[in-house]
C-alpha cells in the first residue's frame, strides 16, 4: 500500500460505521458486510469479492486498537495540515524536516507498530520526508533502507467448523499457498547469486515524488519491485523475482468459543521475510455449520425443548440434552407458559477467561395431532370444566383502550 493510499483511504466510511464506534459496533459492522460480500455467497461477482478485501483491510486497522490509534493520528496530522514550511513539522529553511513518523509511532526497522503493513508505519512513512533534500538513496535515510530486512505478506485462509467445533476448539490443518524466498537462487533473484543495486532508487527499494508543501512521498521502486537489487542473469525459477510460489500444510489451532464470521489471527504464521525480516501473518476467515438442535446466542447456546399440555399446566421434570454432555434435568413449575425460557447455568459455549455460557431452553407446548377415544374424552371434560374461562378477555379489553 502506498502512502497516498493509507492517509487517503476512510476505513470508518467502508465500514459505515462513525469515527468514534467502539470495538463492539466495529465488530458487528465488519461481520454484517463481510457475510453480505463474502465470496462463497457472491459466486463469480469479482465486484463484491473486492468489496470483501476492502472490508478485511478496513477491519484489520479498525479493529486492532494499537492500529487504530497509529491510523487516527496520521489522517489527523495530515489533515490538520501540520506539515506545511513553517509549521510544527519543519525543520528550518527551505521546508526540510527533522521529523520523521516512523519516530513517533514506533515503526522503525525492526518494530512492530502497524503490523499489518510490512514491519510498522515506519516502513509505510520511513521515507515518505526527504530529510535534507538530498537525493534518494543519500543520506542517513538511504543507508538505513539499503538492503533492509522485509516482511513477509499477510496470508488469507478459511476453514469450516461444525458447531461443536466451534464451541469447544479445534486443530484443523490448513493448506497454503504463498510466496516465499526462490530455494534455487537463494531468493537474491540471480541465477549465480550476485545481483546489482538497483540504479533507479540505489539499493533503497523506494523512488521519491515531490509533493505540495514542501514535503516528497515515497513509492515503491516499479525497477526493482521494491527489493534494491535486480538481477544481472535472472533465475530461471523465479525469473529475477526472489520469490516463488510455495504450498505446505500447517495444523493451526482454532480457539474454544469462536463464533461464525470470525477472524483469527495469527502471527508470524503467514509468507516467510527477506533477508532475515519477520514472517507476515495468516488471517483465517471461520465459517460455522448450524447444528440440528442448539443455536448460539453470545457465549449461550439456546435449545427448544417440547413439552404436554399436561406438564405445561401441572408441573413437573423435564429431562433437555447438552451438546456433547449428558442430559440435564430442569423443574417445571405448574402453569408454564408456551415460550418461556429457563437457564441452565454452565452447558454453553466457552468465554475468553475459561468460563462458560449458559443454555437458555425454551418450553414449547407440543399439540398431538391424533387423540385416541380416552383423550379424547378427558379433553372434553377439561373443557366443560373451564368453559367459564375467557384467556382473550384482557386481550379485548386493552383493545377497547388502545
Do not use: W
Not at 148 to 176: C, N
Not at 244 to 271: F, W
Not at 320 to 326: A, H, K, N, Q
Amino acid at each position: 500500500m502506498s502512502t497516498k493510499d493509507f492517509i487517503e483511504k476512510d476505513y470508518y466510511k467502508v465500514l459505515g460505521v462513525p469515527k468514534d464506534a467502539t470495538e463492539a459496533e466495529i465488530k458487528k459492522a465488519y461481520r454484517k458486510l463481510a457475510r453480505e460480500n463474502h465470496p462463497d455467497a457472491n459466486k463469480g461477482n469479482t465486484r463484491a469479492e473486492d468489496r470483501f478485501k476492502e472490508i478485511s483491510e478496513a477491519h484489520d486497522i479498525l479493529g486492532d486498537p494499537k492500529k487504530r490509534k497509529e491510523y487516527d493520528e496520521a489522517r489527523a496530522l495530515f489533515a490538520g495540515g501540520g506539515f506545511r514550511p513553517g509549521g510544527a513539522g519543519a525543520g528550518g529553511a527551505g521546508g526540510n524536516f527533522n521529523f520523521d513518523l516512523g519516530d513517533l509511532f514506533g515503526g522503525g526497522p525492526g518494530g512492530s507498530g502497524g503490523g499489518g503493513f510490512g514491519g510498522g508505519l515506519g516502513d509505510v512513512f520511513g521515507g515518505l520526508f526527504n530529510r535534507g533534500g538530498g537525493a534518494p538513496g543519500a543520506g542517513t535515510q538511504g543507508g538505513a533502507t539499503r538492503n533492509r530486512a522485509r516482511r513477509g505478506q499477510d496470508i488469507e485462509s478459511e476453514v469450516t467448523l461444525t458447531f461443536t467445533e466451534a464451541v469447544d476448539g479445534a486443530t484443523v490443518p490448513l493448506r497454503m499457498s504463498s510466496q516465499e524466498p526462490c530455494k534455487a537462487c537463494s531468493g537474491t533473484g540471480d541465477k549465480n547469486g550476485t545481483p546489482r543495486v538497483c540504479p533507479t532508487c540505489v539499493g533503497t527499494g523506494q523512488v521519491s515524488r515531490g509533493g505540495s508543501g514542501g514535503f516528497s512521498l515515497t513509492d515503491p521502486c516499479v525497477d526493482c519491485k521494491g527489493r534494491g537489487l535486480i538481477a544481472q542473469d535472472p533465475c530461471e525459477v523465479c525469473k529475477g523475482s526472489g520469490r516463488a510460489k510455495s504450498a505446505r500444510s500447517i495444523q493451526v489451532r482454532i480457539p474454544a468459543g469462536v463464533q461464525d464470521g470470525q477472524r483469527i489471527r495469527l502471527r508470524g504464521k503467514g509468507a516467510p521475510g527477506e533477508r532475515g525480516g519477520p514472517a507476515g501473518d495468516l488471517y483465517v476467515a471461520v465459517h460455522v455449520k448450524e447444528h440440528p438442535v442448539f443455536a448460539r446466542k453470545g457465549d449461550n447456546l439456546t435449545v427448544t425443548v417440547p413439552v404436554t399440555f399436561s406438564e405445561a399446566a401441572l408441573g413437573g421434570t423435564v429431562r433437555v440434552p447438552t451438546l456433547g454432555g449428558p442430559p440435564v434435568t430442569l423443574k417445571l413449575p405448574a402453569g408454564t407458559p408456551n415460550g418461556r425460557t429457563m437457564r441452565a447455568r454452565g452447558k454453553g459455549a466457552v468465554r475468553k477467561d475459561g468460563t462458560r455460557g449458559d443454555l437458555l431452553v425454551t418450553v414449547e407446548v407440543a399439540v398431538p395431532a391424533h387423540l385416541d377415544d380416552r383423550a379424547r374424552e378427558a379433553l372434553e371434560s377439561y373443557r366443560d370444566a373451564s368453559a367459564g374461562e375467557d384467556p382473550r378477555a384482557a386481550l379485548f379489553e386493552a383493545a377497547k383502550g388502545a
